[in-house]
């Protein structure tokens, strides 16, 4: 059974950072996908950075953040702790929400990356709470 455990969230002011760990568990993956959405009270669930699995063709993975959190937020993983992060800085007020982590052990092309139905797994989710 794979699992996916979100770590890191907490309460912060705005401007300070936060480091979310997501932790895979149950199995490895030597390629795989893991994204992070977010969905804030009375939201809809939105996408906000992604790393792909390498591309057949391909020598390294894509990265894909959402636009409101560019040069902001940095998405990086650890293939052999089978652990993803999101470093999250300058956090803003409007970055209010429950941060879900999700993998997938397969390449997702950038049309499908947004879309959280692309996804295999996913974490219980952990609350970001920045105050101003």
């Known amino acids: 059974q794979v699992q996916l455990v979100e770590s890191g969230g907490g309460l912060v002011q705005a401007g300070g950072s936060l480091r979310l760990s997501c932790a895979v568990s149950?199995?490895?993956?030597?390629?795989?996908?893991m994204a992070w959405f977010r969905q804030a009270p009375g939201m809809e669930r939105e996408f906000v950075a992604a790393v792909t699995a390498v591309a057949p063709l391909a020598d390294s993975p894509e990265i894909y953040y959402n636009d409101s959190v560019k040069g902001r937020f940095t998405i990086s993983r650890d293939n052999a702790k089978n652990t993803g992060y999101l470093q999250m800085n300058s956090l803003e007020s409007e970055d209010t929400a429950v941060y879900y982590c999700?993998?997938?052990?397969?390449?997702?092309?950038?049309?499908?990356?947004?879309?959280?139905?692309?996804?295999?797994?996913w974490g219980q989710g952990t609350q970001v709470s920045v105050s101003s």
């Open positions: 999700a993998a997938a052990p397969k390449y997702i092309n950038s049309r499908s990356i947004y879309r959280p139905n692309s996804y295999d797994y």
């Open positions: 149950g199995r490895t993956f030597g390629n795989y996908a």
